[in-house]
């Protein structure tokens, strides 16, 4: 089992920065695949980025790309995304997830089987 708690969402003006953390623990040796996703009530949750740890290879949906940046700090277990430039239409539930054993990640969510509670990022104009 592996628990995913995530941190750093507030409310900001637009142009602000946020940083969200993401602490793993548990079993997390196979969680290989790591990312971000959002979710405003009523709409499907959506990809923010996607990573692969054991290479660092990165991945965003189109609205974020050149504004938000997913790391990995493999010592501590945890994942961040920081945040530049938002935007009213980033407000959203954001959330973290990991691909366990048999899940392979991607841009779906169907493609991770963990995931944290979430944590409120709300963007004003």
């Known amino acids: 089992q592996v628990r995913l708690v995530e941190s750093g969402g507030d409310s900001v003006q637009a142009g602000g920065s946020l940083r969200l953390s993401c602490a793993a623990s548990?079993?997390?040796?196979?969680?290989?695949?790591m990312a971000w996703f959002r979710q405003v009530a009523g709409k499907e949750r959506e990809r923010v980025a996607t990573i692969y740890i054991p290479i660092g290879s990165t991945s965003y949906g189109d609205s974020v790309k050149s504004r938000f940046i997913i790391s990995h700090n493999n010592a501590e277990n945890m994942l961040y995304l920081q945040m530049n430039s938002l935007k009213p239409e980033d407000t959203a539930m954001y959330y973290c997830a990991a691909a366990g054993t048999g899940f392979y990640g991607g841009p779906a969510p169907r493609g991770y089987n963990y995931w944290g509670q979430g944590t409120q990022v709300t963007v004003s104009s």
């Open positions: 548990g079993d997390t040796s196979n969680t290989d695949f």
